[in-house]
């Protein structure tokens, strides 16, 4: 699966191309192949740079002391080959890593953010997305496939979320070029993004690894997982009497009277399908108001879970295969029709989990007309069967990403790495604070950079909130995450007011981008500001109150809604957790319960969503999520 460069001619490495973006003030790579002991010369900038290709091929220099600007065309010659690459900036470069919230590109939030999809464009803002590959062998030389993009209306789509805001407010801050390199998968766990090498300390993630070395392992492995995913939907298909009936079950024909009925949105082991795989068939019809006839017309159908296949007036709209995206559908002019209209959704469980998520937009609407689409649908089972078998996903095992996706980077100049990662290993919290500790490690050794800024999020808020105090993985990632703030060089984005309680993938990427830039702009570029919320530093014992101070408070502290701050719980020996009361005084907590005379620990926003959670500082940025144990009772 490794991807070698051809050397027999003179070759440059993908980054290496029209488009890119070089680092400022610093020793920058330049780097390719060609025939051993070939002569090779590069032009840049005015200057000139002289090297020989070794005994492998190999060939690299280094320029130095760039100042930001641009563009630029560099020149690499050998006796016999050229190759002139075209429209270099100098200015900023940045990793952009982790899983689908980092991945998760603008598109997915243009109706977040429609003003930004528009008012783009701007050729010294540049990305470079990286394709999924994955190795367990060896590490890839290059990338088989990728180029630089500039921002503007046509490109925009593709760009991370994430990755953009951080580029955008790193650009409106200090008006230089800022590229950044993409290399994000979603559900990838940690681990598939460190070298073998620096996982050789995890016995039980190297026994995890092995199978995968053998590459007819891999192979098998892929074919058998494919052939069933392919059996079952194949099968579904097969016996789906609303695929298959005379009058199929999206037509306006069909008679719906034996029908029963069902309100959006709706848990479906609630409405009696417990445990249900297979397919279940909806139907709505509406009138349309001639009012939205003629004009651009969407339909938003939330949430869905697992995936759905929808149709208006008999005709095919739009589907979505996986549970985790928005169903934003645009309907075809001339479709819709004054009074009847019929909204048929074919769902496929897959787990046994079918649902249609509440608190997700369910309507059909013009810029000036809207539907709701909310309450009763008519409904019926077409197919059922046992759940979709598990697949392996080999592309998350351990080190697979960083073989196929790091590696190939890891020779071009950068000023740091942004991570937004971790919900991948919620179910193993207790270790990740090592992992993260060996990933940052492990990359600034690869990038032969010590001490280059990384800068993550903390994981936001998500899932139900909790009536009372609870235990909580979500909460001690998120610890583990603060730990790693202990590694020199480092910087956190509070996120935990940034999350949606029914969506792991949130809208609010500008936000997140924005406040990565902040950390930035202190970590990376010495500027002396509150980047942070408050951090917790230390607690003591006051009678029967426990009085907190915290870090990065800024001008002092206070609730982002004006109230008393709330989500602090204390416990006594028993440990057993109740909800406290809090007070600002200066700049630290009380908080106390009347029911407990001598605490012995305290939580703050400790839970999945810690919803009401409050407490921010003057600059407005939410404290980080804790917990700590009251000493020398």
Not at 304 to 320: A, K, L, P, Q, W
Not at 502 to 512: A, S, Y
Not at 521 to 536: D, L
Not at 614 to 623: I, M, R, W
């Given at each position: 699966m490794d991807f070698k460069p051809h050397k027999s001619k003179l070759t440059l490495p993908r980054l290496i191309s029209d488009g890119m973006v070089l680092q400022r003030e610093a020793e920058v790579r330049i780097w390719g192949w060609a025939e051993?002991?070939?002569?090779?010369?590069?032009?840049?900038?005015d200057m000139h740079y002289n090297t020989q290709a070794a005994c492998d091929g190999r060939w690299e220099v280094f320029l130095r002391d760039l100042k930001a600007g641009g563009p630029y065309d560099m020149e690499i010659k050998t006796v016999s080959d050229k190759i002139t690459v075209r429209n270099i900036l100098v200015g900023e470069v940045w990793i952009c890593s982790g899983q689908s919230n980092m991945e998760l590109p603008m598109a997915r939030v243009k109706d977040q953010y429609p003003g930004e999809m528009i008012n783009c464009e701007n050729p010294l803002i540049r990305t470079f997305n990286v394709s999924m590959s994955y190795d367990f062998n060896e590490s890839f030389e290059d990338l088989p496939e990728g180029e630089w993009v500039s921002s503007?209306?046509?490109?925009?789509?593709?760009?991370?979320?994430?990755?953009?805001?951080?580029?955008?407010?790193?650009?409106?801050?200090?008006?230089?070029?800022?590229g950044f390199i993409r290399a994000a998968i979603g559900g990838s766990p940690i681990e598939s993004w460190i070298s073998e090498e620096a996982l050789k300390t995890y016995p039980h993630i190297m026994q995890d690894l092995q199978p995968y070395k053998d590459d007819s392992y891999v192979e098998k492995t892929l074919k058998f997982d494919a052939a069933l995913t392919a059996a079952w939907f194949s099968s579904l298909d097969r016996n789906d009497k609303g695929l298959n009936s005379v009058v199929p079950w999206y037509s306006e024909e069909l008679d719906t009277s034996a029908w029963s009925t069902m309100n959006w949105p709706a848990t479906f082991e609630k409405e009696g399908l417990r445990n249900f795989n297979g397919v279940i068939w909806f139907r709505k019809e509406i009138d349309v108001p001639e009012e939205m006839l003629n004009k651009p017309v969407r339909l938003w159908l939330g949430r869905i879970v697992d995936s759905d296949r929808t149709y208006v007036n008999g005709e095919f709209v739009g589907e979505v295969t996986y549970q985790y995206p928005p169903r934003k559908y645009d309907i075809p002019a001339g479709l819709l029709k004054k009074g009847k209209n019929l909204i048929a959704v074919r769902i496929i469980c897959n787990n046994g989990l079918g649902e249609i998520i509440p608190d997700k937009p369910y309507r059909l609407f013009t810029e000036d007309c809207s539907i709701d689409l909310t309450g009763e649908w008519k409904y019926m089972v077409g197919a059922s069967c046992g759940p979709l078998p598990n697949t392996t996903f080999v592309q998350w095992q351990p080190t697979g990403l960083y073989n196929g996706m790091l590696a190939p980077l890891t020779r071009y100049t950068v000023k740091g790495a942004l991570w937004y990662q971790g919900e991948a290993n919620i179910p193993r919290p207790f270790e990740y604070s090592s992992l993260m500790r060996t990933l940052i490690e492990d990359w600034r050794k690869r990038w032969g950079q010590s001490s280059f800024p990384f800068i993550f999020v903390q994981l936001p808020n998500y899932g139900k909130p909790d009536d009372y105090p609870a235990e909580s993985q979500?909460?001690?990632?998120?610890?583990?995450?603060?730990?790693?703030?202990?590694?020199?060089d480092t910087a956190m984005a509070i996120t935990i007011d940034l999350g949606e309680w029914n969506d792991i993938h949130p809208l609010r990427k500008k936000e997140v981008g924005e406040r990565l830039a902040m950390a930035a702009f202190s970590t990376a570029y010495g500027e002396k500001i509150t980047a942070s919320g408050p951090i917790y530093r230390d607690v003591q014992l006051m009678g029967s109150k426990i009085v907190i101070s915290f870090n990065n408070i800024g001008n002092g502290l206070m609730t982002a809604d004006g109230c008393e701050p709330k989500h602090f719980a204390v416990a006594g020996s028993d440990n057993k957790f109740l909800w406290a009361k809090a007070k600002i005084e200066g700049d630290k907590v009380i908080v106390w319960n009347e029911e407990i005379a001598e605490p012995r620990a305290v939580r703050y926003a400790w839970a999945?969503?810690?919803?009401?959670?409050?407490?921010?500082?003057?600059e407005g940025l939410p404290a980080s999520p804790f917990r700590a144990e009251v000493r020398n009772l």
């Amino acid at each position: 699966m490794d991807f070698k460069p051809h050397k027999s001619k003179l070759t440059l490495p993908r980054l290496i191309s029209d488009g890119m973006v070089l680092q400022r003030e610093a020793e920058v790579r330049i780097w390719g192949w060609a025939e051993p002991g070939e002569s090779i010369s590069v032009k840049f900038s005015d200057m000139h740079y002289n090297t020989q290709a070794a005994c492998d091929g190999r060939w690299e220099v280094f320029l130095r002391d760039l100042k930001a600007g641009g563009p630029y065309d560099m020149e690499i010659k050998t006796v016999s080959d050229k190759i002139t690459v075209r429209n270099i900036l100098v200015g900023e470069v940045w990793i952009c890593s982790g899983q689908s919230n980092m991945e998760l590109p603008m598109a997915r939030v243009k109706d977040q953010y429609p003003g930004e999809m528009i008012n783009c464009e701007n050729p010294l803002i540049r990305t470079f997305n990286v394709s999924m590959s994955y190795d367990f062998n060896e590490s890839f030389e290059d990338l088989p496939e990728g180029e630089w993009v500039s921002s503007s209306p046509q490109t925009i789509s593709e760009f991370s979320a994430v990755g953009y805001f951080f580029a955008k407010a790193l650009f409106e801050r200090y008006h230089i070029p800022v590229g950044f390199i993409r290399a994000a998968i979603g559900g990838s766990p940690i681990e598939s993004w460190i070298s073998e090498e620096a996982l050789k300390t995890y016995p039980h993630i190297m026994q995890d690894l092995q199978p995968y070395k053998d590459d007819s392992y891999v192979e098998k492995t892929l074919k058998f997982d494919a052939a069933l995913t392919a059996a079952w939907f194949s099968s579904l298909d097969r016996n789906d009497k609303g695929l298959n009936s005379v009058v199929p079950w999206y037509s306006e024909e069909l008679d719906t009277s034996a029908w029963s009925t069902m309100n959006w949105p709706a848990t479906f082991e609630k409405e009696g399908l417990r445990n249900f795989n297979g397919v279940i068939w909806f139907r709505k019809e509406i009138d349309v108001p001639e009012e939205m006839l003629n004009k651009p017309v969407r339909l938003w159908l939330g949430r869905i879970v697992d995936s759905d296949r929808t149709y208006v007036n008999g005709e095919f709209v739009g589907e979505v295969t996986y549970q985790y995206p928005p169903r934003k559908y645009d309907i075809p002019a001339g479709l819709l029709k004054k009074g009847k209209n019929l909204i048929a959704v074919r769902i496929i469980c897959n787990n046994g989990l079918g649902e249609i998520i509440p608190d997700k937009p369910y309507r059909l609407f013009t810029e000036d007309c809207s539907i709701d689409l909310t309450g009763e649908w008519k409904y019926m089972v077409g197919a059922s069967c046992g759940p979709l078998p598990n697949t392996t996903f080999v592309q998350w095992q351990p080190t697979g990403l960083y073989n196929g996706m790091l590696a190939p980077l890891t020779r071009y100049t950068v000023k740091g790495a942004l991570w937004y990662q971790g919900e991948a290993n919620i179910p193993r919290p207790f270790e990740y604070s090592s992992l993260m500790r060996t990933l940052i490690e492990d990359w600034r050794k690869r990038w032969g950079q010590s001490s280059f800024p990384f800068i993550f999020v903390q994981l936001p808020n998500y899932g139900k909130p909790d009536d009372y105090p609870a235990e909580s993985q979500w909460a001690e990632l998120r610890e583990a995450q603060l730990q790693s703030l202990d590694i020199p060089d480092t910087a956190m984005a509070i996120t935990i007011d940034l999350g949606e309680w029914n969506d792991i993938h949130p809208l609010r990427k500008k936000e997140v981008g924005e406040r990565l830039a902040m950390a930035a702009f202190s970590t990376a570029y010495g500027e002396k500001i509150t980047a942070s919320g408050p951090i917790y530093r230390d607690v003591q014992l006051m009678g029967s109150k426990i009085v907190i101070s915290f870090n990065n408070i800024g001008n002092g502290l206070m609730t982002a809604d004006g109230c008393e701050p709330k989500h602090f719980a204390v416990a006594g020996s028993d440990n057993k957790f109740l909800w406290a009361k809090a007070k600002i005084e200066g700049d630290k907590v009380i908080v106390w319960n009347e029911e407990i005379a001598e605490p012995r620990a305290v939580r703050y926003a400790w839970a999945d969503n810690p919803e009401g959670a409050n407490l921010v500082n003057t600059e407005g940025l939410p404290a980080s999520p804790f917990r700590a144990e009251v000493r020398n009772l």
